[in-house]
Nanobody
Framework: QVQLVESGGGLVHAGGSLRLSCIVS????????WGWYRQGPGKQRDLVAT???????NYADSVKGRFTISSDNAKNTAYLQMNSLKPEDTAVYYC??????????????WGQGTQVTVSS
């Protein structure tokens, strides 16, 4: 069974940094694209950043210049480096990956989420 597992969340003061990780288990295939999303209290889930297998990245305007997405396909892992954190970055962060099976059929998988809390 394919699973994505996030780690690295926690409590940090404003201006601090955190690094989130997301690892795939149960599949020998790496995602053709990774994404990080977040959902704040009472809000919808929003895109934070994406990266393709070719290394192309895309960021939400609110995190540009502060967050960096990367991936290591040999380790089947994606990362989100978050610097200069603000209280408004407080949310549950979710990892997403599009992963194929032996039939070349792609499925979008989600992790369980990791809480990031930024205190002022």
């Amino acid at each position: 069974q394919v699973q994505l597992v996030e780690s690295g969340g926690g409590l940090v003061h404003a201006g601090g940094s955190l690094r989130l990780s997301c690892i795939v288990s149960g599949s020998i295939f790496s995602p053709n694209a990774w994404g990080w999303y977040r959902q704040g209290p009472g809000k919808q889930r929003d895109l934070v950043a994406t990266i393709t297998a070719g290394g192309s990245t895309n960021y939400a305007d609110s995190v540009k210049g502060r967050f960096t997405i990367s991936s290591d396909n040999a380790k089947n892992t994606a990362y989100l480096q978050m610097n200069s954190l603000k209280p408004e970055d407080t949310a549950v962060y979710y990892c997403n990956g599009n992963i194929r099976d032996y039939s070349n059929y792609y499925t979008s998988y989600w992790g369980q989420g990791t809480q990031v809390t930024v205190s002022s």
